[in-house]
């Protein structure tokens, strides 16, 4: 390890002083004892995750895709909105895929940045569709491929969103300061701008009532995962036995977890976020705090939480160029995803995959991805 750290200066000796005091990211071997001991460090792992009150808000078929926007409770807050996609007309059940939107720092929107509803493309979302996804909804291209898709609203984003009026008593002021100084973008609408710049601050609020509250912000949002998961395994028209994940970045994030916590998870596509901890030190963390569990250094590091379900079939999509993470954090991750999966005899089982660029799902990458899931669920 270096001697000085940037972003310490002269606290860097900090990071020798912590190793002292305990062993940080040992080996957490994919097995039980992984998977009870990350739930128990999320929180939130411990009541009954069906879907409350299910409704069907509203149907349409368009463009060899049928459609339904569907709602329930989670228990708590505003109702959870989620759209579902399949080919039209087609005839059994389908293996099902829950598609994790990003994080992006825009959470004004959740699903309607992965998925069209019956609105089509919604106001302010042309140029992150077009940096992220290749310019296109992926969730509609992947239904069209054979599967029930279903893209949902997480706490913090969409119809999970806490109002404005709510955040602004507490974050205001930066927000404000921020709008002033910073280069509108005239593809985001103004009040988006605004909504986004706040709850950008505010999820320093959350993630601090999360601990008080006895979880994280990790274990808050893999709840909610696994209760959409829940409402797409209740569905006649998905095949349980056959029933996957996939998302970019935040997405990413929340395919770990949600692979981790939920047993029904046969396969997990995480994409442009694959790192470990070690790699993130002076690098950029201006991550999520989805990305770091309170107190998960002290038994494993982020690519053990991936594995811990091996050997589940894993696809990591990696950017070369991106500039989250860095290149020794990715190629680390790789080598210890690797490592959990030949330590279970199935090496084939983990797939990972280099891609020139910056932080994307680009469309040659949804194009392997969406094979891939394919070619392990029979599709």
């Not at 569907?70 to 293996?95: M, N």
């Not at 992150?128 to 893209?151: D, M, T, W």
């Not at 994030?253 to 596509?269: G, I, K, M």
Request: hydrophobic content about 40%.
């Amino acid at each position: 390890m270096p001697e000085n750290y940037t972003h310490l200066g002269i606290f860097s000796d900090w990071v020798a002083e912590a190793q002292r005091q305990q062993p940080l990211y040992p080996l957490a071997s994919p097995g039980a004892e992984t998977q009870n001991r990350l739930r128990d460090v999320l929180g939130f792992c411990n009541r009954d995750e069906t879907p409350g009150a299910v409704r069907v808000e509203r149907r349409w078929q368009e463009d060899g895709l049928e459609g339904e926007e569907v709602s329930w409770s989670v228990g708590y807050g505003p109702r959870t909105h989620a759209y579902v996609l399949k080919p039209a007309g087609a005839a059994g059940p389908l293996p099902g895929i829950t598609a994790l939107h990003d994080h992006s720092d825009y959470k004004f929107y959740g699903k309607e940045k992965i998925a069209n509803g019956p609105d089509g493309p919604l106001p302010g979302l042309q140029n992150l569709r077009q940096i992220e996804y290749g310019g296109r909804a992926y969730v509609n291209a992947l239904a069209k491929e054979g599967f029930v898709v279903i893209a949902h609203d997480t706490f913090l984003w969409g119809s999970r969103s806490f109002p404005l009026e709510t955040m602004t008593q507490m974050v205001g002021k930066p927000t404000a300061a921020v709008l002033q100084t910073a280069p509108p973008d005239p593809d985001v609408p103004a009040e988006i701008e605004q909504y986004n710049t706040a709850a950008g601050f505010h999820e320093h609020w959350v993630s601090k009532y999360c601990n008080i509250l006895g979880t994280s912000l990790a274990g808050v949002v893999a709840y909610e995962d696994r209760v959409a998961l829940n409402y797409l395994l209740s569905r006649p028209d998905v095949d349980a036995a056959q029933v996957g994940c996939i998302g970019l970045s935040g997405g990413g994030n929340r395919a770990a977890l949600l692979t981790a916590t939920h047993a029904a998870v046969s396969a997990a596509v995480i994409i442009g976020l694959m790192t470990t901890y070690p790699g993130l030190l002076d690098h950029n963390m201006s991550h999520t705090w989805m990305l770091f569990p309170f107190g998960w250094a002290r038994y494993g590091d982020w690519p053990d939480i991936a594995a811990c379900r091996a050997p589940a079939p894993l696809l990591v999509q990696y950017d070369l160029d991106d500039t989250l993470f860095t290149l020794e954090g990715m190629q680390a991750a790789h080598e210890r995803l690797t490592a959990h999966y030949s330590s279970v005899g199935s090496p084939a089982a983990y797939t990972g995959q280099f891609y020139p660029g910056p932080h994307k799902f680009d469309l040659e990458m949804q194009a392997a991805a969406f094979a891939w899931l394919k070619r392990i669920f029979g599709a």
